[in-house]
């Protein structure tokens, strides 16, 4: 009987989900420590330099082509209502996609400026030429997310991820410096055209319109919040670190923190990109609906937590044996910050069912609440050095996400039809 159980879980359509998108993620993995040798070996500090103020100033300007926000509403909408928000949502895409790619090349010189360096201006203009390829596919990407053929996804990232190591490697090898990281992120978003295009029949009417434009920002814009605010807290820690205690202990307290979150963080991403149209697709059936959600928290629970202890208890004996005994003074804070992986998947979790049930000004209200509670309590901490701010990181999550994921399923799952639980509110 267990065993049935068993193979009944693993069998669906969820768990299949992540196996296609955990997979993509450890392909990525595999595929990017090569080349990060590579780099390490072939690229100089000043180099690494001119990447970073590249490549920050194109992911924060990414949040605003609102993808992931535009994504999410094709994904919840109602079959009725679903051609014309797409088609909405193309025009609407290609509005802040161009105007993104402007914003960005201007924004190339007062950034050049800031850091009185030149030799970044066209990199970040080049960078921009993403923004012009994000329309052609962006709907039908996410239109197959809503299908559940989240393998198609997976794929993409891949195949990818695949090409742009093979690329930058060789363009290393020929001394391109940061255009060797650069050009590749270009030259491999085609990816996502053909792939995503095979893969769906949807095409854009060429009359144009934005019918509903006001319904679809509306939900985007929160989500466009709740990323701003998770890109802050992701990098809050590393300001105050750096600022307050040198480069030293930023340096010893990055490697912690990503050596002990990256496994962790890519099952956690696996499970999460695959809980949001799981649960679309039931939207109008209440008790499926709940059913699904309480049984993805017992998977996650079952694969996450289990992860997660064993990578901290094992953090003693694969630290110094993979990454060199210098890093062993490094391990205490690995291990608080792996353990505060956690209760992070539950929290999102909770997010994307308040998302799914059009409630995602309240995501952001509590992202907003959560990111405030935290950036006191490290202010607080950093004086007392690094392992009280990795401790903090993991208190902060213990105790808010715990909360917020209770509230929140209180809050949507109501003994009601999903449609009272949206106009009720």
């Given at each position: 009987?267990?065993?049935n159980?068993?193979?009944q879980?693993?069998?669906?359509?969820?768990?299949?989900?992540?196996?296609?998108?955990?997979?993509?993620?450890?392909?990525?993995?595999?595929?990017?420590?090569?080349?990060?040798?590579?780099?390490?070996?072939?690229?100089?500090?000043?180099?690494?330099?001119?990447?970073?103020?590249?490549?920050?100033?194109?992911?924060?300007?990414?949040?605003?082509?609102?993808?992931?926000?535009?994504?999410?509403?094709?994904?919840?909408?109602?079959?009725?209502?679903?051609n014309?928000?797409?088609?909405?949502?193309?025009?609407?895409?290609?509005?802040?996609?161009?105007?993104?790619?402007?914003?960005?090349?201007?924004?190339a010189?007062?950034?050049?400026?800031?850091?009185?360096?030149?030799?970044?201006?066209?990199?970040?203009?080049?960078?921009?030429?993403?923004?012009?390829?994000?329309?052609?596919?962006?709907?039908?990407?996410?239109?197959?997310?809503?299908?559940?053929r989240?393998?198609?996804?997976?794929?993409?990232?891949?195949?990818?991820?695949?090409?742009?190591?093979?690329?930058?490697?060789?363009?290393?090898?020929?001394?391109?410096?940061?255009?060797?990281?650069?050009?590749?992120?270009?030259?491999?978003?085609?990816?996502?055209?053909?792939?995503?295009?095979?893969?769906?029949?949807?095409?854009?009417?060429?009359?144009?319109?934005l019918?509903?434009?006001?319904?679809?920002?509306?939900?985007?814009?929160?989500?466009?919040?709740?990323?701003?605010?998770?890109?802050?807290?992701?990098?809050f820690?590393?300001?105050?670190?750096?600022?307050?205690?040198?480069?030293?202990?930023?340096?010893?307290?990055?490697?912690?923190?990503?050596?002990?979150?990256?496994?962790?963080?890519?099952?956690?991403?696996?499970?999460?990109?695959?809980?949001?149209?799981?649960?679309?697709?039931?939207?109008?059936?209440?008790?499926?609906?709940?059913?699904?959600?309480?049984?993805?928290?017992?998977?996650?629970?079952?694969i996450?937590?289990?992860?997660?202890?064993?990578?901290?208890?094992?953090?003693?004996?694969?630290?110094?044996?993979?990454?060199?005994?210098?890093?062993?003074?490094?391990?205490?804070?690995?291990?608080?910050?792996?353990?505060?992986?956690?209760?992070?998947?539950?929290?999102?979790?909770?997010?994307?069912?308040?998302?799914?049930?059009?409630?995602?000004?309240?995501?952001?209200?509590?992202?907003?609440?959560?990111?405030?509670?935290?950036?006191?309590?490290?202010?607080?901490?950093?004086?007392?050095?690094?392992?009280?701010?990795?401790?903090?990181?993991l208190?902060?999550?213990?105790?808010?996400?715990?909360?917020?994921?209770?509230?929140?399923?209180?809050?949507?799952?109501?003994?009601?039809?999903?449609?009272?639980v949206?106009?009720?509110?």
């Amino acid at each position: 009987m267990l065993i049935n159980q068993l193979k009944q879980k693993l069998s669906g359509q969820f768990l299949r989900n992540v196996g296609w998108l955990g997979g993509a993620e450890l392909a990525n993995r595999i595929f990017r420590l090569g080349t990060t040798v590579t780099l390490a070996r072939l690229l100089n500090a000043y180099d690494y330099g001119l990447v970073a103020i590249v490549m920050t100033t194109y992911e924060f300007t990414t949040v605003f082509t609102l993808r992931a926000g535009i994504g999410s509403k094709i994904i919840q909408t109602e079959e009725k209502n679903l051609n014309l928000i797409c088609e909405t949502s193309y025009w609407l895409n290609w509005i802040l996609s161009i105007a993104l790619f402007l914003i960005q090349c201007i924004l190339a010189f007062p950034v050049a400026w800031f850091y009185g360096n030149d030799q970044v201006i066209l990199p970040i203009c080049v960078m921009a030429l993403v923004y012009l390829m994000l329309p052609i596919f962006s709907v039908q990407s996410a239109l197959i997310q809503r299908e559940n053929r989240l393998k198609i996804t997976a794929i993409c990232n891949a195949v990818q991820s695949l090409l742009s190591n093979i690329i930058t490697i060789v363009l290393a090898l020929l001394g391109m410096g940061i255009w060797a990281i650069v050009l590749p992120i270009v030259l491999t978003t085609p990816v996502w055209i053909v792939i995503n295009y095979m893969n769906h029949s949807w095409r854009p009417k060429m009359s144009f319109s934005l019918n509903q434009w006001q319904e679809i920002i509306k939900f985007a814009k929160n989500i466009l919040g709740v990323e701003l605010l998770n890109k802050l807290r992701a990098n809050f820690d590393y300001l105050l670190v750096g600022r307050f205690l040198g480069v030293d202990a930023l340096g010893v307290y990055y490697f912690a923190f990503n050596a002990g979150l990256g496994i962790s963080m890519n099952v956690i991403n696996a499970l999460t990109w695959s809980l949001y149209p799981h649960l679309c697709a039931v939207r109008e059936n209440f008790k499926l609906f709940k059913q699904r959600y309480f049984s993805s928290l017992k998977t996650i629970c079952l694969i996450v937590v289990p992860l997660v202890l064993l990578q901290s208890s094992l953090a003693p004996f694969y630290v110094p044996i993979i990454f060199g005994h210098k890093w062993v003074t490094a391990i205490p804070i690995l291990i608080l910050i792996c353990l505060s992986a956690a209760p992070r998947p539950f929290g999102d979790a909770a997010s994307m069912l308040l998302n799914s049930v059009d409630k995602s000004h309240i995501n952001l209200y509590w992202n907003l609440i959560f990111t405030v509670f935290f950036a006191i309590s490290l202010l607080l901490a950093v004086k007392w050095g690094i392992f009280w701010v990795a401790a903090t990181v993991l208190i902060t999550h213990v105790i808010a996400i715990p909360i917020f994921t209770v509230w929140a399923s209180n809050y949507a799952l109501q003994n009601k039809p999903i449609k009272e639980v949206i106009g009720n509110y």
